[in-house]
């Protein structure tokens, strides 16, 4: 059988041709909130965007309130939402915080609407700026983190939930209390390694 005539052709599954240059490797670029927390000197990480393409960070806990104070100076003026998810046996526990541009957003609209007082659309592509930042915890380590309470109220009813269904704490909050379940419930039932209770201990709970 005559030789190859394409190098390509005769190199081993997954190796370059002899004298080709390596292939490249892809590093994903940090996206406009990493490189401005960046060149403020927060330090973060970057993790992979979610299916929408927002921007997801981890920061440490004892940064997050440092971190969040900075962001909503620069706009991220609204806390979307705020929650907490369980990675499974073995693994971490995670409050995450969804920020929000808004009046970024209320100014487009404004824009759009001449003086008439009739409005424009804004274009389908039109989108909040958002940035989601995630705290993760040793679950059984100090499950402890600030509160954002004093930046966004709004994390008042949400921190006191994840504290309910998973139990992290969050230092500094006005209410530290229990939301959906009594006061002296056993255990966080949104944990995946949360054992329900019987009948009996049902009835002790109330």
């Known amino acids: 059988m005559p030789e190859p005539t394409n190098p390509a052709a005769a190199a081993?599954?997954?190796?370059a041709?002899?004298?080709?240059?390596?292939?490249?490797i892809t590093v994903a670029e940090p996206g406009p909130?990493?490189?401005?927390?960046?060149a403020q000197g927060f330090e973060h990480e970057r993790l992979k965007a979610d299916h929408l393409g927002v921007e997801t960070l981890a920061v440490e806990p004892l940064f997050l309130p440092v971190i969040a104070a900075a962001l909503k100076a620069s706009g991220f003026d609204y806390l979307q939402c705020q929650g907490g998810y369980d990675e499974g046996p073995g693994g971490r526990l995670v409050s995450f915080y969804q920020?929000?541009?808004?009046?970024?957003l209320a100014d487009q609209v404004a824009l759009a609407s001449d003086p008439a007082g009739t409005c424009k659309p804004l274009p389908a592509t039109a989108r909040p700026e958002q940035v989601?930042?995630?705290?993760?915890?040793e679950r059984d380590g100090d499950l402890t983190i600030p509160s954002l309470y004093g930046l966004f109220r709004g994390a008042d009813w949400q921190e006191r939930e994840t504290f309910d269904m998973y139990g992290i704490h969050y230092a500094g909050h006005p209410h530290p209390k229990?939301?959906?379940?009594?006061?002296d419930w056993k255990g966080y039932p949104l944990r995946k390694d949360y054992v329900q209770p019987d009948f009996y201990e049902l009835q002790d709970a109330y």
């Open 33 to 38: 909130v990493s490189q401005w927390l960046t």
């Open 132 to 137: 989601r930042l995630k705290v993760f915890l």
């Open 17 to 24: 041709p002899a004298g080709s240059a390596p292939e490249a």
């Open 99 to 104: 920020l929000v541009k808004l009046a970024a």
């Open 178 to 183: 229990r939301l959906l379940m009594p006061e």
């Open 12 to 15: 081993p599954a997954g190796k």
